[in-house]
């Protein structure tokens, strides 16, 4: 799993896991997934959301999804464009070469989906993969896209965030910023300017929070132990009150940043519980994304919201 606040309380042992003696591995996502999805090395782990679903629709699915979101965000600031293209909106990447390092990564299909609402579908881009400040970078799981959509490799040799600056590309999209966006490059911006207004505007729209990760069990132990799905929920539930709590303590601030008082009341006015875990409460936001999944060509049949879940945690006691 990742390292975050709402996973600390786990692996410092505040909050105990029934029945289990753990053994934590804090790694990146690119880290996670690729050991899940190319090795399956960890009995418990952090999935990739799009990548689950594409192992779902495959024979011999490793993982069992648990509805405990890991990683949420909003997009809009993932998409950036030369200044010179004359991009303003989203209807102007209609016809553009974009680069991204996979194209099942979850944030790459939030972001085609907003822009599929702008009337941009995956068709009308030419996508170029490749390694964003490495050369080479391979998908996690092979992909069996529409005829109509076109996946090209970049040059070997050649990274995303070169192409960018030489302008071998018109754009990029990741959950990443390319490395020239952060070293200030002068060709190079969000396509949003004001990404921030443009996710609060979608939210008050659309309702969803976007989920990017998910936890997964292998699916023997999930058999093997019954009682296992349950009380991994819980315990990540418990793990993320604590952090909530503590983050809603502005005595001493508990991230290392300003003004948090003020992102805690933008959050609070958008919903009373943004970060929620459970199936119930989150239904709409999967039942969007696996819909856009499917239109992306990344699922080849419409997946449903309860398949993608251990059946045991779609419903919980209540006293």
């Not at 391979?138 to 302008?167: F, H, S, Y």
């Not at 929070?209 to 349950?230: N, S, Y």
């Not at 508990?254 to 459970?278: C, H, N, Q």
Request: proline content about 7%; overall charge negative; glycine content about 6%.
């Amino acid at each position: 799993m990742g390292d975050y606040d709402r996973t600390r309380p786990l692996f410092d042992r505040r909050v105990q896991i029934d029945g289990v003696d753990p053994l934590f591995l804090l790694q990146s996502p690119e880290e996670m997934f690729f050991n899940a999805f190319r090795h399956r090395t960890c009995d418990v782990t952090e999935l990739s959301l799009s990548s689950y679903c594409v192992s779902l629709t495959r024979e011999d699915p490793p993982y069992i999804g648990i509805p405990v979101f890991l990683s949420r965000a909003f997009r809009h600031s993932s998409v950036y464009v030369r200044e010179d293209r004359g991009i303003e909106s989203p209807v102007d990447l209609a016809g553009k070469r974009i680069g991204l390092a996979e194209y099942q990564l979850t944030a790459n299909v939030w972001v085609r989906a907003i822009l599929a609402e702008a009337g941009v579908t995956p068709d009308r881009i030419t996508w170029l993969r490749g390694g964003m400040n490495a050369p080479g970078r391979p998908e996690k799981i092979r992909l069996d896209l529409p005829a109509d959509v076109t996946v090209e490799q970049a040059p070997e040799g050649a990274t995303l965030n070169q192409m960018l600056v030489d302008g071998a590309i018109d754009g990029f999209i990741g959950p990443r910023w390319p490395a020239c966006f952060h070293e200030g490059h002068p060709m190079v911006r969000r396509l949003w300017r004001d990404g921030l207004q443009a996710a609060r505007d979608w939210h008050a729209e659309s309702g969803h929070f976007p989920i990017m990760h998910i936890l997964g069990l292998r699916r023997e132990l999930a058999a093997q132990h019954p009682w296992l799905p349950g009380a991994l929920l819980k315990a990540f539930t418990l793990s993320k009150q604590a952090a909530q709590a503590a983050l809603a303590d502005t005595s001493a601030t508990k991230v290392t940043m300003p003004f948090v008082e003020d992102i805690l009341a933008i959050s609070a006015r958008m919903s009373a519980d943004i970060w929620s875990y459970g199936v119930a409460e989150n239904r709409a936001t999967l039942a969007y994304f696996l819909r856009h999944h499917h239109a992306q060509g990344l699922s080849p049949r419409l997946l449903e919201v309860d398949e993608l879940f251990h059946p045991s945690t779609l419903e919980s006691y209540s006293l």
